[in-house]
């Protein structure tokens, strides 16, 4: 708890510690087979859902933040979530429907933490620094584990690594949803020089083991999401210059 404090002062805004707890989560369910059972994921859940409840009762939501985007994506997020109940109705297995609806509740309420009030600059620096070094230290244990194994076939499928998920798309989409936020501190001026190289190592790390997992998906979609940070990077030489970085890195691996 005492942890979750100092991010959140540091998140600097209303709901940062509900920002910081949902970091956690998500970093837990990235360990735990990505959160895809519900024995696995559904007590931290309960824990997410009261914390927002929390938050809702005692933070003043900021009408700033109420625009029309934000509005109609919660309003779509709610959507998906009763209709997931509705169909409790019909289903023939209402027990995976009913599942249906508690992982949509989750999807909502994290959106929820950081749609409904302000976030500083200060803030969301703090929330991707903790969600990029925190991929990245699930990263170096699964690479660590691997390399110590006993028999490190046992690691691999067809010679590719599964990963904390158990299913190489989905653990290379946790390492790509850590990678960017990691480039993107490496590239940013504003942060320190400490920070930067450790995010750039991160980035790098991600990477590999991107490349050990064998996605084929994510091979074709990475060049596509490369120039999209490229374009909305504000100082596109040094967005440029990092990725060039990583690649170069990635390759001598």
Same mark, same amino acid.
């Given at each position: ?65 109420? /625009? !029309?985007?934000?509005?109609?994506? %919660?309003? =779509?997020?709610?959507?998906? $979530? #009763?209709?997931?109940?509705? *169909? &409790? ?98 590239? /940013? !001026?504003?942060?320190?020089?400490? %920070?930067? =190289?450790?995010?750039?190592? $991160? #980035?790098?790390?991600?990477? *590999? &083991? ?44």
């Amino acid at each position: 708890m005492r942890a979750l404090a100092r991010l959140s002062e540091v998140a600097d805004a209303p709901a940062g510690l509900a920002g910081a707890f949902a970091v956690v989560v998500w970093l837990v369910w990235a360990q735990l087979a990505g959160g895809f059972f519900p024995t696995r994921w559904g007590l931290l859940g309960a824990f997410l859902v009261a914390a927002l409840a929390l938050t809702l009762a005692t933070v003043r939501v900021d009408p700033a933040v109420r /625009t !029309p985007a934000r509005l109609a994506m %919660l309003g =779509a997020l709610a959507a998906f $979530v #009763a209709w997931n109940a509705l *169909s &409790l109705l019909w289903a023939d297995f209402p027990g995976e429907a009913w599942t249906g609806t508690a992982k949509t509740l989750l999807y909502a309420a994290s959106f929820a933490v950081f749609a409904l009030w302000s976030w500083s600059t200060r803030g969301l620096r703090a929330v991707l620094t903790a969600l990029a070094l925190g991929i990245g230290v699930l990263g170096l244990a699964a690479l660590l584990e691997a390399a110590a194994s006993a028999d490190p076939a046992e690691q691999l499928i067809d010679g590719r690594l599964i990963g904390p998920v158990e299913y190489v798309n989905g653990s290379v989409a946790v390492w790509m949803t850590g990678f960017w936020p990691a480039l993107h501190l490496a590239v /940013t !001026p504003r942060g320190g020089v400490a %920070l930067r =190289a450790a995010c750039l190592g $991160v #980035a790098g790390v991600l990477v *590999s &083991l991107s490349v050990l997992a064998g996605s084929r998906g994510w091979l074709f979609v990475l060049p596509l999401a490369a120039a999209v940070f490229v374009a909305l990077a504000r100082q596109r030489l040094r967005a440029v210059g990092g990725l060039v970085l990583v690649a170069l890195a990635t390759g001598a691996a």
